[in-house]
């Protein structure tokens, strides 16, 4: 057993030295958020390593352009009421999806597909992938990219959100190399505790108080509050001047 555990505790800290420049450092997304509509910030360092990995948090500055996308780690009961305002309003989305969700909900990713909507990946197991190795980190995606061309005929899968928002150089590189671009956010706050769930207005106060223009705006489908403000939402956005794009129609540099 003792030797067992000097093994995995070798495996799990090789990465970061076998790379080179090239690190397995965990970085926990973060950044200075929003306000008056002026765009969040990650800080020089992070713009730098994500930009040499094509990936992207907010789009341009200068124009009110937004991206809606969703995590979807469980299906709790929310998300129809999602895609039904998406459908009447005409926004675009994105879903980022689990092994679970695919598992659980597969009517509901059909119909995402169904309704023009883009499906990332999330992983099978939602892990760190920072601790787990390349071959599983490849494994966690082609999973998720088999699974759901068997549910909507859809091969392609261009876009990755890292559980937990963790990340790193290693995991970005990895991810480019399967063929995905990393795609983090700009706008988010706690939504996703279903025991916390605080209502309508909280949901909508909080979209409000951070977007600006070019933002990627992350919501949980597990969230009543999300579900009860969407379409509010949508509709004071438009009147603001504000467009709904998908993820694909993002400006490539």
Known sequence: MKKLF??????????????????????????????????????????????????FYKGPPDKKILYLTFDNGY????????????????????FFVTGDYLLSASDQVKR????????????????????????????ELEKIRTKTEE????????YIRPPRGVLSERTLKIAKEQ??????????????????QKGWQYSY??????VHPGAIILLHSVSKDNADALEKVIKDLKKRGYKFKSLDDFPKK
Do not use: C
């Not at 549910?151 to 261009?158: C, N, R, S």
């Not at 063929?179 to 916390?196: E, I, P, R």
């Open 112 to 139: 995402m597909a169904k309704e023009g909507h883009v499906l990332g990946n999330h992983s099978w197991h939602h892990p760190d992938l920072t601790a787990v190795s390349d071959e599983r980190m490849k494994q």
């Open 151 to 158: 549910l909507t005929g859809k091969k392609e899968m261009l």
């Open 205 to 210: 106060d909080n979209i409000m108080r951070q």
């Open 75 to 94: 299906e709790n009961g929310y998300t129809n009421k999602v895609l039904d305002v998406l459908k009447k309003e005409k926004v675009p989305a994105a």
């Open 6 to 55: 000097m093994t995995i505790a070798i495996m799990l800290v090789i990465p970061t030295a076998a790379y080179g420049q090239v690190t397995n450092q965990p970085i926990h997304w973060g950044f200075k958020k929003a306000a008056n509509e002026q765009p969040a910030e990650a800080g020089a360092q992070l713009d730098q390593l994500l930009e040499k990995y094509g990936a």
């Open 179 to 196: 063929g995905y671009t990393h795609v983090m956010w700009s706008l988010a706050f706690v939504d996703w505790n279903v025991n916390q």
